[in-house]
């Protein structure tokens, strides 16, 4: 591609149990262009949440690389992931996160906070993200005051405080109902394409995948275009 923003080449991932070994990813090459979304399916247990774990920091491969931008995540010592993970990646889960004693503003501020941002500005653009959530009326309500679906979209907006290059989202509408999955679906393609980010998510929501602009299905430690 003419702007690879990911470059992973040769990635392998094995697991080293007491009996046995298990490969999860095999030589697996793969690229995502600045700006684009990809959708990743495959079976549980296939190595989906591992391949976004590699591409966030939070795992190291076992062979080949994995580059995102100018990180050579491979090669970095954990001081300079932990950068990483801080600067590059915002992190979207199946599950909120949201910490039950902060309020939406807090949650969503708290990680540009903790960066160093001053935080008179990381609360001004917070609660900024919160409105383009349509969360402007929750500011102040804690995550037991929300419904499943603003939790996950404070989730989004905490994901996005940081002005991250990349959004990694791991089944963000698996515990959702239809209505609300609907919404985070629009919001997170949405909001991703605003902030610029390049989005990579691994889902078994077909509606979900359906608006990426690329979709592969991982077997076998591969990746194959759908």
């Known amino acids: 591609m003419s702007d690879a923003l990911i470059r992973c080449s040769g990635l392998g991932k094995t697991f080293k149990g007491s009996a046995e070994e298990l490969v999860v990813l095999r030589d697996l090459d793969f690229e995502v262009e600045r700006g684009k979304s990809v959708a990743i399916m495959g079976a549980s247990g296939s190595g989906k949440s591992t391949l976004l774990s590699i ?34 990646v915002g992190f979207v889960f199946q599950f909120h996160y949201l910490l039950k004693d902060f309020t939406a503003l807090e949650n969503v501020a708290l990680p540009a906070y903790i960066r160093g941002e001053p935080r008179k500005a ?56 239809a209505a609300s999955a609907s919404s985070v679906r629009s919001i997170l393609f949405g909001l991703c394409g605003q902030y610029g980010a390049t989005l990579v998510l691994v889902t078994h929501d077909q509606k979900l995948a359906s608006e990426a602009d690329l979709r592969y299905e991982l077997a076998d430690g591969q990746l194959r275009t759908l």
């Open 122 to 177: 990381a609360f001004k653009r917070a609660e900024s993200l919160l409105h383009d959530m349509g969360l402007g009326e929750r500011l102040g309500h804690f995550p037991s005051q929300l419904s499943g679906g603003e939790r996950q979209r404070a989730a989004i907006a905490r994901a996005l405080v940081n002005k991250p290059s990349v959004i990694l989202a791991d089944e963000p509408t698996g515990n959702l109902d």
């Open 55 to 88: 591409l966030g920091g939070l795992d190291r491969a076992t062979t080949g690389l994995a580059v995102v931008g100018s990180w050579d995540l491979h090669a970095m010592a954990e001081r300079r992931l932990s950068e990483y993970r801080a600067s590059v």
